[in-house]
């Protein structure tokens, strides 16, 4: 079955650091999204993208967080100036067509920021 | 603003027996997703329901749907050991953004530990 390919799976970083986390969606996906869940709490939403731009983008998605397709496959979350807060598991998700359909996510990547 | 919470936030059971997850919300939605998620891993969907529906069933899975009380459960028959994961129900809802449509914003309870002991 295909899935989402989320790499690395931990990541391990200083504040004040750049991160860029990756993602490979399902191939036949053309909606794409980053979530988290910091350690205990609720997943949250952060970014959708489609047709190459943010469709939508939570309160968390400030200026330190930019998404990029840089190619036919990857998809990435780039932190510019990491914060301890943001200490989380990223989930990468895709969804095949349409809004409003169930989503694929990866395996997640375990961001600490020291 | 909209929400999914569960309860019971931890279920215990044995093997063979049914366990129920419930969930409510806050606002109108599009449709309600149910989730599980291994420790440490990423999260499966499961099941999706739409606010027209109000039963659905897959394999050992129910889903009810009650959007005059705008909540839903899981029942989960003839439980196993490796069913034991934590369970999430998460909301899509309509957005006037973009014409009207929402781009898969899902939002998340704080999910059902469920344990179930062989």
């Known amino acids: 079955e295909p899935e989402v390919t989320q790499t690395p799976s931990h990541q391990v970083t200083q504040m004040g650091q750049e991160v860029i986390l990756r993602c490979v969606p399902i191939s036949n996906h053309l909606y794409f999204y980053w979530y988290r869940q910091i350690l205990g ?13 943010i ?38 998700a895709s969804s095949e067509r349409v809004v409003r359909e169930k989503l694929f996510f990866g395996s997640g990547t375990q961001l600490s920021v020291l | 603003s909209q929400q999914g919470e569960e309860d019971p936030q931890a279920l215990s059971i044995q093997e063979g027996e049914n366990a129920t997850m ?43 749907l009650d959007t005059s009380k705008k909540s839903s459960s899981l029942l989960i028959t ?41």
């Open chain 1, 55 to 92: 469709s939508e983008k939570s309160e968390i998605f400030d200026d330190q967080f930019s998404v990029e397709r840089p190619d036919g496959s990857n998809f990435t979350l780039k932190i510019r100036s990491t914060k301890l807060e943001d200490s989380a598991m990223y989930f990468c």
């Open chain 2, 78 to 118: 003839a439980s196993r050991a490796a069913d034991t994961a934590s369970y999430f129900c998460a909301t899509a809802f309509d957005s006037p953004y973009a014409g009207g449509t929402s781009y898969g914003k899902l939002t998340f309870g704080q999910g059902t530990i469920l344990t179930v002991h062989p």
């Open chain 2, 22 to 64: 419930n969930c409510s919300y806050k606002t109108s939605i599009n449709n309600l997703q149910w989730y599980r998620q291994n420790s440490g891993r990423g999260l499966v969907h499961l099941i999706l329901i739409r606010s027209n529906e109000r039963e659905k069933h897959s394999g050992r899975l129910r889903v009810t």
């Open chain 1, 41 to 53: 709490q609720k997943v949250e939403f952060l970014v959708s993208f489609y047709n190459n731009e």
